[in-house]
């Protein structure tokens, strides 16, 4: 019975004493390996699999289940004592409180700034001051590296045979739509398993927007884990094309769903709605989530031609054309017209549904997709709606999803889509294009020039 009791005795042979308040000593510093150390991973048992009481040593990086002396976390760390390092300090992964092992300790990290810095990368919280200052530069915990926050890659290297990017572009667009972003910045979590999939999002936001995070850059694999589990791989089975669009209503639909309060911050942020003319004395009322805009017809690369062969339109005709006119467009049987637009406005650009006329052409889509240019600059004038055309709106530029096109070497195959996001520092006026971890700065008036796909505009009056 002594011996139970010393074992959950927070105060057993002074240790709280040694750690309260002073800076780390030789002892901790031994048994943290920051380079060993991965917080995006499934919070997962490494030895029964087990997703309940889990913490993660500090020194390896592998994730334990429990604290008693039958637990796979207390074996682990005295199965430890023979290697050359110990491996005694544990971090719980849901409450991010500290305990030496196998003494079974909860360690006070008062003053002890790494400790404080962990359980940030663990799981970050915000203040609505905080929010404000955003994005600012960082340093991360591991290397002291640069990185702004928010313009930080997402790695999904622990899925290397599935296709992810078109998922991580999409979650960093919906985490620059400033509304949706604060929503989740500042979601304090009540779903747990009823709605996990809120919960991984959540967290992947926090994340991305992180002053404190061990790498400059974050993981989707948890959220690729419960893709599959839970939802039959939906948004991974690309189907004709990985479509980010696809990902994009997806997730708005399925978010959405466990609560009001969220549905209408969406609504409020992204929402706008279309006037139907079906004839000349019936209209219908359509929301939209995103304006689709179907390109110009235009013929394909052949040997020998370049990208200044390539048909040209610029953005603003093409809106005005589509949604601000009272004739029909191309081969649409109606005629739609904007009734409201939202404060973001999402366009869509389909450069690969439209195209499907042939059985080549479904084989090959990528190959075959439309490659017209869209001109455009970072700012739109768009009239209020069809019915309202004096009043302009003015639209800035926030995000910007391209598709880069690698060419298959097996020409009985399609080529391959690598999706990028462009995205705007609003702090600095500065824009950086974002592929996998890699965050690089670009000249915003050559975006343009590369394939635009999906894009995301702010209403600044």
Not at 81 to 98: A, S, W
Not at 277 to 298: A, E
Not at 384 to 404: C, E, F, G, H, P
């Given at each position: 019975?002594?011996?139970?009791?010393?074992?959950?005795?927070?105060?057993?042979?002074?240790?709280?004493?040694?750690?309260?308040?002073?800076?780390?000593?030789?002892?901790?510093?031994?048994?943290?390996?920051?380079?060993?150390?991965?917080?995006?991973?499934?919070?997962?048992?490494?030895?029964?699999?087990?997703?309940?009481?889990?913490?993660?040593?500090?020194?390896?990086?592998?994730?334990?289940?429990?604290?008693?002396?039958?637990?796979?976390?207390?074996?682990?760390?005295?199965?430890?004592?023979?290697?050359?390092?110990?491996?005694?300090?544990?971090?719980?992964?849901?409450?991010?409180?500290?305990?030496?092992?196998?003494?079974?300790?909860?360690?006070?990290?008062?003053?002890?700034?790494?400790?404080?810095?962990?359980?940030?990368?663990?799981?970050?919280?915000?203040?609505?001051?905080?929010?404000?200052?955003?994005?600012?530069?960082?340093?991360?915990?591991?290397?002291?590296?640069?990185?702004?926050?928010?313009?930080?890659?997402?790695?999904?290297?622990?899925?290397?045979?599935?296709?992810?990017?078109?998922?991580?572009?999409?979650?960093?667009?919906?985490?620059?739509?400033?509304?949706?972003?604060?929503?989740?910045?500042?979601?304090?979590?009540?779903?747990?398993?009823?709605?996990?999939?809120?919960?991984i999002v959540s967290l992947i936001m926090k994340k991305l927007w992180s002053p404190t995070i061990l790498?400059?850059?974050?993981?989707?694999?948890?959220?690729?884990?419960?893709?599959?589990?839970?939802?039959?791989?939906?948004?991974?089975?690309?189907?004709?094309?990985?479509?980010?669009?696809?990902?994009?209503?997806?997730?708005?639909?399925?978010?959405?769903?466990?609560?009001?309060?969220?549905?209408?911050?969406?609504?409020?942020?992204?929402?706008?709605?279309?006037?139907?003319?079906?004839?000349?004395?019936?209209?219908?009322?359509?929301?939209?989530?995103?304006?689709?805009?179907?390109?110009?017809?235009?013929?394909?690369?052949?040997?020998?031609?370049?990208?200044?062969?390539?048909?040209?339109?610029?953005?603003?005709?093409?809106?005005?054309?589509?949604?601000?006119?009272?004739?029909?467009?191309?081969?649409?049987?109606?005629?739609?017209?904007?009734?409201?637009?939202?404060?973001?406005?999402?366009?869509?650009?389909?450069?690969?549904?439209?195209?499907?006329?042939?059985?080549?052409?479904?084989?090959?889509?990528?190959?075959?997709?439309?490659?017209?240019?869209?001109?455009?600059?970072?700012?739109?004038?768009?009239?209020?709606?069809?019915?309202?055309?004096?009043?302009?709106?003015?639209?800035?530029?926030?995000?910007?999803?391209?598709?880069?096109?690698?060419?298959?070497?097996?020409?009985?195959?399609?080529?391959?889509?690598?999706?990028?996001?462009?995205?705007?520092?609003?702090?600095?006026?500065?824009?950086?294009?974002?592929?996998?971890?890699?965050?690089?700065?670009?000249?915003?008036?050559?975006?343009?020039?590369?394939?635009?796909?999906?894009?995301?505009?702010?209403?600044?009056?």
């Amino acid at each position: 019975m002594e011996g139970k009791r010393r074992l959950s005795d927070n105060r057993t042979h002074g240790l709280d004493k040694k750690f309260k308040g002073e800076p780390l000593d030789n002892e901790l510093r031994r048994n943290i390996n920051l380079q060993k150390l991965d917080f995006d991973l499934p919070v997962q048992c490494s030895v029964n699999h087990s997703t309940n009481d889990v913490y993660g040593c500090l020194q390896c990086g592998k994730f334990f289940q429990g604290r008693d002396q039958q637990s796979p976390a207390f074996k682990h760390s005295i199965a430890s004592r023979t290697d050359n390092l110990p491996h005694n300090m544990f971090v719980n992964l849901v409450t991010r409180k500290f305990y030496w092992l196998p003494r079974n300790v909860k360690v006070d990290i008062e003053g002890i700034g790494l400790l404080t810095q962990l359980q940030c990368c663990i799981k970050p919280s915000f203040s609505k001051d905080m929010i404000e200052t955003f994005p600012q530069l960082c340093h991360d915990t591991i290397d002291k590296e640069e990185y702004i926050n928010g313009f930080i890659g997402i790695n999904g290297n622990n899925h290397s045979s599935l296709k992810t990017d078109h998922i991580s572009v999409i979650l960093l667009l919906m985490a620059h739509i400033n509304p949706i972003r604060d929503y989740f910045l500042l979601y304090q979590g009540k779903y747990g398993q009823t709605f996990e999939l809120f919960e991984i999002v959540s967290l992947i936001m926090k994340k991305l927007w992180s002053p404190t995070i061990l790498r400059p850059h974050v993981s989707s694999s948890k959220l690729v884990d419960h893709l599959m589990i839970k939802y039959d791989s939906v948004l991974l089975k690309g189907g004709v094309v990985y479509n980010p669009r696809t990902v994009l209503l997806w997730l708005i639909n399925k978010l959405t769903q466990p609560s009001a309060d969220t549905l209408k911050v969406f609504k409020q942020a992204c929402q706008g709605q279309l006037i139907q003319l079906i004839d000349k004395n019936t209209t219908k009322q359509i929301p939209f989530w995103n304006l689709t805009l179907n390109l110009p017809r235009s013929s394909y690369f052949k040997d020998g031609r370049n990208v200044n062969d390539l048909l040209q339109i610029k953005l603003e005709k093409l809106v005005r054309a589509k949604f601000y006119s009272n004739s029909e467009n191309g081969d649409d049987s109606v005629t739609y017209q904007i009734e409201r637009l939202p404060k973001y406005l999402i366009i869509y650009f389909n450069r690969y549904d439209s195209n499907m006329s042939n059985t080549t052409k479904e084989l090959f889509p990528i190959r075959n997709r439309n490659q017209t240019i869209v001109e455009f600059s970072t700012q739109m004038e768009l009239p209020k709606s069809a019915s309202d055309t004096k009043l302009q709106y003015l639209y800035r530029l926030q995000s910007n999803i391209v598709s880069q096109v690698k060419a298959n070497s097996d020409n009985s195959k399609d080529d391959m889509n690598q999706w990028k996001i462009q995205l705007l520092n609003k702090n600095t006026n500065e824009w950086y294009e974002i592929h996998d971890i890699k965050c690089n700065k670009i000249d915003p008036e050559l975006m343009f020039l590369k394939e635009t796909y999906l894009q995301v505009w702010e209403k600044t009056y």
